[in-house]
Structures are given as structure tokens and as C-alpha cells.
T-cell receptor, first 112, second 111 residues
């Protein structure tokens, strides 16, 4: 069966510090991968999605970036965090585009 | 106006009650997704449907494509059903990853 992992589970970082969040999927090959952010009291917002290694599409301009160095690994990064980057970050995968998406446990990021 | 509207925003029920959560959308879609977000934040996929009705245990989801409306029903509700229920749609012509999300319905089931 397929599983999706995210780490860390929680993170407190100062403004201006770098960020790296990791997501890995097991039990499937060549999944579509997604990064979402949920700000406090708000709905889910798609940040990036990837249909294959090295292929990243950005949905929202921001100071975040994403990379997919391996088939089942998706990384969300920032060189300098802003207060507005605080939120709950979720990774998800689907077998193909526009299919049912399965979500990871999330990372709660607080920028202080 | 949001493209995906859910009602009600908040819902409190007594254990055992039949619950309905509604989702209306204003764009043409290829499919609709119902998700459950637990108090800790984790999200579980409940259903994905593009027509008719699907059932899983005490959960039933229906969709009426012509009326651009979907409902999620919970029969014999239980306190463990307390969560935020989120409706999301894949719009026609959108990017491959672009689910449009509703703001969610917060359900609290009292024992």
C-alpha cells in the first residue's frame, strides 16, 4: 500500500532563516506530487505541483521554491523565511493528474 | 464570490443524528473531492466523484452535475466524526494540479 511521509512535524524558525521541508511517498512510482499551505483560519492553497523528476509548476508567486530530486521525493524550500510563511504545509500525491489526492500528515511552521 | 461554497460553515449535532453538508460550485468541473481534516491537521480523502453517488460505511456523497451541487451525508453520527469537511473541485481547463477548495464545514458531534 502507498504511504506518504512528511518531516518535520513541527518547526519554529526565525524570520530570515532558511527552510527545508521534505515529503516522500512509498509504494508507487512516478506520482504527481503537490505542496499546499493552509494559513491560520484559511483554506488550502496549492503552492507547487510536479508531474515528474525535475518538473515543477508554481501556482502562486512567493519566496518559496520546490524541487523534486528523486521520483518519490518532493522538497519545499526557502532561502529567507517571512512571518507570512507561517502555516500548515501539506504534501499530497495522486496517481495521475486530476485524480484523487492523498495527503501527508503535514508540517506546522511558525515563523517568529 | 468564491468558486466553491460550502454550507453550513459550522454544524453542531447530537450523537446519532443524520448530517448533511452541502457544496455548490460555479465552474464546470471534471470531478469533486470530499476531504476530512482532523483536529490535528491531517487530511483524509473521503470520496472523489464525477457523477451519481458513492457510499463508504456511514458516509454517502452525491453529486448533481447539472445543478453544480454535491452533498456529503453522515448517518448515525458519532463524536469521532467531529472534524472539518472540505469540498474541492477540479475545474475544466485548469492546470493539472489545480483543485479549488471550499473553506470547509466544521462539524462537532456531541455525545
Amino acid at each position: 500500500s502507498q504511504t506518504i511521509h512528511q518531516w518535520p512535524a513541527t518547526l519554529v524558525q526565525p524570520v530570515g532563516s532558511p527552510l527545508s521541508l521534505e515529503c516522500t511517498v512509498e509504494g508507487t512510482s512516478n506520482p504527481n506530487l503537490y505542496w499546499y499551505r493552509q494559513a491560520a483560519g484559511r483554506g488550502l492553497q496549492l503552492l507547487f505541483y510536479s508531474v515528474g523528476i525535475g518538473q515543477i509548476s508554481s501556482e502562486v508567486p512567493q519566496n518559496l521554491s520546490a524541487s523534486r530530486p528523486q521520483d518519490r521525493q518532493f522538497i519545499l524550500s526557502s532561502k529567507k523565511l517571512l512571518l507570512s510563511d507561517s502555516g500548515f504545509y501539506l504534501c499530497a500525491w495522486s496517481i495521475i493528474a486530476r485524480a484523487e489526492q492523498y495527503f501527508g500528515p503535514g508540517t506546522r511552521l511558525t515563523v517568529t | 464570490k468564491n468558486e466553491v461554497e460550502q454550507s453550513p460553515q459550522n454544524l453542531t449535532a447530537q450523537e446519532g443524528e443524520f448530517i448533511t453538508i452541502n457544496c455548490s460550485y460555479s465552474v464546470g468541473i471534471s470531478a469533486l473531492h470530499w476531504l476530512q481534516q482532523h483536529p490535528g491537521g491531517g487530511i483524509v480523502s473521503l470520496f472523489m466523484l464525477s457523477s451519481g453517488k458513492k457510499k463508504h460505511g456511514r458516509l454517502i456523497a452525491t453529486i448533481n452535475i447539472q445543478e453544480k451541487h454535491s452533498s456529503l451525508h453522515i448517518t448515525a453520527s458519532h463524536p469521532r466524526d467531529s472534524a472539518v469537511y472540505i469540498c474541492a473541485v477540479y475545474p475544466y481547463g485548469g492546470s493539472q494540479g489545480n483543485l479549488i477548495f471550499g473553506k470547509g464545514t466544521k462539524l462537532s458531534v456531541k455525545p
